[in-house]
């Protein structure tokens, strides 16, 4: 079955089977195994930095204060969930994607150690200038998860590749499954944006559409405007780059320093960015069958 096909599944079974939201403790420890294999088949070093990275951290910090100023027309409840939804950096599970789709892995995980400590110390100046905050936004609070998740694996990656390459070899013969722990993290992450909406059945419908709308607006321009971003022929790899969101984040900042109705952008961008990914993959598979 195609690899698309089986990512639309997962995010079906999550809406229609949301159980997976009681052990989402387990989506980093899944997503640290599937960085390994991502990591394990490529050369990460200092030439893995591009040209291209600047123009992605650049469209990281500016894209959300345009959506911001964009949809404050209609609300500034509207305008907050556009900025939670796009200023998140790029999600620890890209370049695991980036291998799915036979694009350039090494770029997109430079994408993940650049951007996520760039938000990480840009956002506690941004976030004042749009709203009143309580309490002082962390750096480390934001920065010692992604550096454990994407740290760890690549830690390990490198040591086997440097004691042994017959046991890289080896071991990367089980890299599908990076693709089936990635198919039950979709699982575990729509389940629990499902069983978010129904526990704020108080949340009214009609704002529930516009957000629906806004998060796929934000997820369609942001992904196409990666495309144009990431390495000459590799356009998937920008697009993952910009487009690939750590959603937890997003939630993190909605829930902390927002409000919960807020949250609703966040929780909307994991099932269509997830359904757009499928897309791409179902892409790189009908140009494979092509040729």
Known sequence: ????????????????????????????????????????????????????????????????????????????????????????????????????????????????IITNPLIALILPLVLPLIMPIDQPISIFEVLIPVLKVVGIPLLIASMIKMLSTNLTKYILKGRMIAFYLFLFNVWMACGNATVFLKSNDQIQHSFIIQVLVLTILICVLTFKLGEYLGPEGKPFAGSLALGRKNTMFGLWIALTFVNPLVALGPISYIIVQNAYNSYQIMVVENREKNH
């Open 1 to 112: 079955m195609k690899q698309s096909l089986l990512i639309l599944i997962a995010i079906i079974l999550g809406i229609l089977f949301p159980q997976g939201s009681q052990i989402t403790f387990l989506i980093q420890y899944s997503l640290m195994i599937m960085l390994f294999f991502a990591f394990l088949g490529t050369r990460v070093d200092y030439h893995i930095f591009q040209r291209g990275h600047v123009y992605i951290a650049l469209f990281n910090v500016l894209l959300p204060l345009i959506f911001y100023l964009l949809a404050l027309p209609f609300g500034k409840t509207l305008a907050l969930t556009a900025f939670v939804c796009s200023v998140p950096p790029t999600a620890a599970a890209a370049p695991v994607l980036a291998q799915f789709m036979r694009t350039e892995v090494a770029f997109v995980t430079a994408a993940v």
